[in-house]
Nanobody
Framework: VQLVESGGGLVQPGGSLRLSCAASGFTLDDYAVGWFRQGPGMAREGLSCIVNNTTYYADSVKGRFTISRDNAKNTVYLQMNSLKPEDTAVYYC???????????WGQGTQVTVSS
């Protein structure tokens, strides 16, 4: 059972990236899935989550980031547009279910926004 993030990298300010969060060993559609990030010396910050087909966004990313899911691929995505240097962080996904209980984190993927 694991979550694996991918899609991070180095991008210039104003650029875009799409992060993927792929699950194995369980069905991601049965869980609420969230994206978080942690910048250097900062606390982990919640960015967005998808619960069934309802999406939520933090003010810091609203209008720039879009969360979506592809149940056939057992994957949740985070499309990130208009990236800023302050978006530089390690990005994590989390899958959470209350009952039966389940909580899984991926290993993180580095996003660096720099010219």
């Amino acid at each position: 059972v694991q979550l694996v993030e991918s899609g991070g990298g180095l991008v210039q300010p104003g650029g875009s990236l799409r992060l993927s969060c792929a699950a194995s060993g369980f069905t991601l559609d049965d869980y609420a899935v969230g994206w978080f990030r942690q910048g250097p010396g900062m606390a982990r910050e919640g960015l967005s989550c998808i619960v069934n087909n309802t999406t939520y966004y933090a003010d810091s990313v609203k209008g720039r980031f879009t969360i979506s899911r592809d149940n056939a691929k057992n994957t949740v995505y985070l499309q990130m547009n208009s990236l800023k240097p302050e978006d530089t962080a390690v990005y994590y996904c989390n899958a959470h279910r209350i009952w039966p209980s389940g909580d899984y984190w991926g290993q993180g993927t580095q996003v660096t926004v720099s010219s």
